[in-house]
């Protein structure tokens, strides 16, 4: 019998805790880790929809990257999006399972699923990098080469990877050559992208400045959404939750969907 407790020991070994930021929450933030599970949900974030999705699936776990509480509650009502999706899960004995920065960071998990999705070549880790008193050291952004090519040709790409809804760009001016990847809100890490000597800088949610900041160092910034470039590691997550796992049905979110678009 498969408990929330074998499911949570392996995507902590996918995704080792840590390798998560001080200030982050993963693991079991839900439920029981004794409950039987027969069927996993699979999300990048636990929203109501995807709570609902899966109690009508009949699942008794949700594994999701983003964690359902990130900010410390004073209560738990129906009258926050927040409480009400931890109240669903509850009512019906389904927990919620996630791995957030530790799986930015890990070997085969966010960065690098978006390094492969964009076609990189020759992909590593690059600084700053962090370390433990055991001696472990690991990275966020991912570094690789592609061959070179106008801007406007790796936009495409991007877009069409990603299934985008749209792009925000800064032209360095340059070619594209050796390009770092972030996915989500990595833009505060432009200069590490850029000491590394990267042309290009693909993340999300970049502020006004920082595409000023990219302008004047000549290096070409894009930002392809916290969404986009975050989901494809959903699709890798759940195929190896359903190897792992044979004998219990995984199933990858219908439901949730960027909300962001453009006009």
């Known amino acids: 019998m498969t408990t929330v407790a074998d499911i949570l020991k392996y995507v902590e070994t996918l995704a080792p805790t840590y390798m998560k930021m001080d200030w982050d929450n993963v693991g079991l933030l839900c439920g029981s880790r004794e409950t039987p599970v027969t069927k996993v949900l699979v999300a990048l974030d636990p929203f109501e929809g995807v709570c609902r999705e899966a109690v009508n699936w009949g699942a008794e776990l949700i594994v999701t990257h983003h964690p359902m509480i990130f900010n410390p509650l004073k209560?738990?009502?129906?009258?926050?999006?927040?409480?009400?999706?931890?109240?669903?899960?509850?009512?019906?004995?389904i927990s919620a399972v996630n791995a957030h920065t530790n799986l930015d960071c890990a070997p085969g998990g966010v960065n690098d699923v978006l390094a492969a999705t964009l076609g990189l070549n020759d992909v590593e880790t690059i600084p700053p990098f962090f370390r433990d008193d055991q001696g472990r050291q690991w990275g966020l952004l991912r570094r690789g080469r592609v061959e070179e090519q106008p801007l406007s040709q790796f936009l495409e790409t991007v877009k069409s990877s990603l299934n985008a809804e749209g792009l925000r760009y800064v032209d360095g001016g340059k070619p594209v050559r050796v390009v770092a990847v972030g996915g989500g809100s990595c833009s505060g890490e432009l200069m590490d992208a850029f000491d590394a000597g990267c042309d290009t800088f693909v993340t999300a949610d970049i502020k006004y400045n920082q595409f000023w900041d990219a302008r004047a160092l000549g290096m070409n910034l894009i930002d392809a959404g916290h969404f986009a470039t975050e989901n494809p590691v959903v699709a890798v997550l759940a195929e190896k939750i359903a190897a792992a796992f044979p004998g219990i049905q995984v199933k990858i979110s219908e439901t949730h969907r960027d909300c962001m678009k453009f006009y």
């Open 75 to 93: 209560s738990v009502t129906e009258e926050t999006t927040v409480g009400r999706s931890i109240m669903t899960l509850c009512r019906h004995g």
